[in-house]
């Protein structure tokens, strides 16, 4: 049960890593075109490091995701 | 490119020198290493055995022995790095063996190991990894991001490989199952050289196992268990399969981001003064009823009920093919949405 459970958590965190690969690759790596489409011109170190902090912020959210799915987990497990 | 005659010659022997190096070798290592008194007590059994501890010498030899021998058969500069990377990780973990370092030794040195592959790769311009991240649906060409990431996959992947490492073949054993996925990938993304490049640590942990397997008769220490990681993460990377690497890794992950979203510092686990387990009178694991213990992965498998070493080395293993079953998935996935 335990091990059913452990899966389902595994499964969770699986399918937010691919969420996040999926908005990194469909909305920031294009950020360039889509300002461009827009009129407006970055240049590339700019563009770069808006991308870089948006990809950060997607992994802190994961982490932070992460770490309530745990709390919850295992807060009550131990409770039982 | 490599072609597919070579591709099979060159396997075999990297294959062979890694697999039957570490399996001759270590016998050896460990009547030394047991007369120069270099063990430690393995704590989950009656009596506490004494077992012989590192083989990271032994693992480092073989894999340098391999990866030599690939770097003069393809002169690929990438080869050098990852063999580099490697050879950096196990001099942190014999460190780290050798004395006792604080918490922060091992992150913090790691960081060196990581050097290789950025430096080599502006010398060779991008003939190591390139400037962009393999995100299953797509390439994201993010230059600002990728570098600094590489010096964070290291550290992890090292770390992370060393904090598995609590029960009898439990590192061991999860690296094989593992390595299967990433070796999928870097086979189908990557290029020839740097799968020829990853083949030893498969076969070096194979043959590994063989002593490290419950009961065990030698611990590989950190030196062995960085070098591991670090070596996962560095073929990960030259290979353009970061994700999946992570991926089929997440057991592990999540056993060290749940240690350090308790303890909310680097710290090592001897360091930890409440135990996320405690060992029952007929030397089982228990899950601790302490709330400042930390969280881990054993914590968490033995919540239920106490279970033995053995069968929670096992419960491991069975997470583990299941997360590599998901990194297969993803791979599938790529090959479906990028490849077709």
């Known amino acids: 049960m335990t091990l059913t459970i452990l899966a389902l958590f595994v499964t969770g965190i699986w399918v937010m890593i691919l969420a996040a690969a999926a908005f990194l690759v469909i909305f920031v790596a294009p950020l360039e075109t889509y300002l461009y489409l827009f009129g407006s011109h970055g240049g590339r170190l700019t563009i770069s490091a808006v991308q870089s902090a948006i990809a950060i912020l997607i992994v802190i959210v994961l982490a932070l995701g992460l770490n309530r799915l745990k709390v919850i987990y295992l807060h009550k497990k131990l409770q039982q | ?340």
Request: positive net charge; aromatic residues 10%.
């Open chain 2, 1 to 340: 490119m490599l072609d597919s005659v070579n591709l099979v010659i060159y396997g075999a022997a990297v294959s062979a020198i890694s697999f039957f190096g570490v399996l001759f070798m270590t016998p050896a290592a460990i009547r030394s290493l047991t007369a120069k008194r270099k063990v430690v007590p393995d704590a989950h059994k009656p009596e506490k055995p004494q077992v012989p501890r590192p083989a990271g010498p032994v693992i480092m030899i073989s894999i340098a022995a391999a990866e030599i021998v690939l770097f003069f058969l393809t002169m690929n500069i990438a080869v050098f790095a990852i063999l580099l990377t490697t050879a950096i990780a196990f001099l942190v973990g014999y460190i780290d063996d050798s004395r006792m370092m604080p918490g922060w030794f091992k992150p913090v040195a790691l960081l060196a190991a990581a050097i290789p592959l950025v430096v080599l790769d502006i010398y060779s311009v991008g003939e190591v990894h390139g400037e962009s991240l393999n995100l299953i649906f797509g390439r994201a060409h993010i230059p600002l991001l990728y570098i600094p990431l590489i010096f964070v996959i290291i550290p992890i992947t090292g770390n992370t490989i060393n904090s598995i490492d609590v029960l009898n073949g439990v590192a061991s054993g999860f690296l094989i199952i593992a390595t299967i996925p990433l070796l999928a990938s870097i086979a189908i993304f990557g290029s020839r050289e740097v799968f020829l490049a990853a083949l030893p640590i498969l076969f070096a942990t194979i043959a590994f196992y063989r002593y490290h397997k419950f009961p065990s008769r030698i611990f590989p220490g950190d030196s062995g268990t960085l070098l591991l990681g670090a070596m996962y993460g560095a073929v990960a990377i030259a290979g353009s399969s970061e994700i999946i690497g992570v991926i089929a890794l997440l057991p592990a992950v999540m056993n060290s981001f749940l240690f350090l979203a308790s303890v909310k510092r680097i710290v090592e686990h001897r360091e930890v003064k409440a135990r996320p387990t405690i060992l029952t009178d007929d030397f089982k694991l228990a899950a601790s009823n302490d709330s400042t213990a930390p969280a881990t992965l054993v914590r968490l498998i033995v919540v239920d009920r106490p279970l033995g070493e053995r069968e929670i080395g096992y419960q491991i293993f069975k997470l583990a093919t299941f997360t590599a079953l998901l990194a297969f998935a993803s791979i599938a996935i790529q090959y479906i949405v990028v490849l077709r």
